[in-house]
């Protein structure tokens, strides 16, 4: 059946250092693939999404790369900060469905 | 800026009650949806909704839940016998019309069902 997840469970992070976050999935029919934050007490927040018809898509500070070779998908913060302590999730969509899929989370701690 | 509102913070009830879970989406939204997050689990998609009817539902979403838009502001989930299983963090999420991904999630309503 379908799945996404997460290789490692917890990151920690030097604040400054740059911080990377993998996740694998095994649907290839996926269209999108996204990238959710989540803090402590709040809701999902949406980061940053990747067709998947990319390879790499940037943003503020965040980096998404697609590799569909080996259905990998990776998070790159820059110059992590210590609001960027949360738990991230990867989660996969396809055109003509409302469902999207999570993976489980990636807890990234950020050191001062 | 606009947010999704849930209420309440926290339920508890007891196995076989029924609890309706309260969501305000933000106001020129129109697709809704709930998702549950079993302590320490994935999110899971349960449910969407738009146009006043179920869009989309999950194998989790069986005959014991049910959603509603009972007015032009509020979004609700039922669960009519609550089991142990429920126990779980539910969050309201919705969207303009576009990008399915951009969905803007509620706080959530930590329910516990002893």
């Known amino acids: 059946g379908e799945s996404v997840g997460l290789h490692l469970p917890t990151l920690s992070v030097q604040e400054g250092d740059n911080s990377i976050i993998n996740c694998a999935y095994s649907n290839s029919a996926s269209d999108y693939f996204i990238w959710y934050k989540q803090e402590s007490g709040k809701g999902p927040q949406f980061i940053i999404d990747i067709r998947s018809n990319m390879d790499k898509r940037q943003g503020q500070r965040v980096t998404v790369l697609l590799n569909k070779t080996v259905k990998h998908l990776s998070l790159q913060i820059a110059a992590t900060q210590p609001g960027d302590s949360a738990v991230y999730f990867c989660a996969e969509n396809r055109v003509g469905y409302q469902k999207v899929t999570f993976g489980t989370g990636t807890k990234l701690q950020v050191i001062p | 800026e606009p947010e999704v509102t849930q209420t309440p913070s926290h339920q508890v009830t007891q196995m076989g009650q029924e609890v309706i879970l309260r969501c305000v989406p933000i106001?020129?939204?129109?697709?809704f949806y709930w998702y549950r997050q079993i302590l320490g689990q994935k999110v899971e998609f349960l449910v969407s909704f738009y146009n006043n009817e179920i869009s989309e539902k999950s194998e989790i979403f069986d005959d014991q839940f049910s959603v509603e838009r009972p007015d032009g502001s509020n979004f609700t989930l039922k669960i009519r016998s609550t089991k142990l299983e429920d126990s779980a963090m539910y969050f309201c999420?919705?969207?303009?019309?576009?990008?399915?991904?951009?969905?803007?999630f509620g706080p959530g309503t930590r329910l516990t069902v002893t």
């Open positions: 999420a919705s969207r303009q019309d576009g990008g399915i991904y951009e969905q803007y």
């Open positions: 106001s020129n939204h129109l697709y």
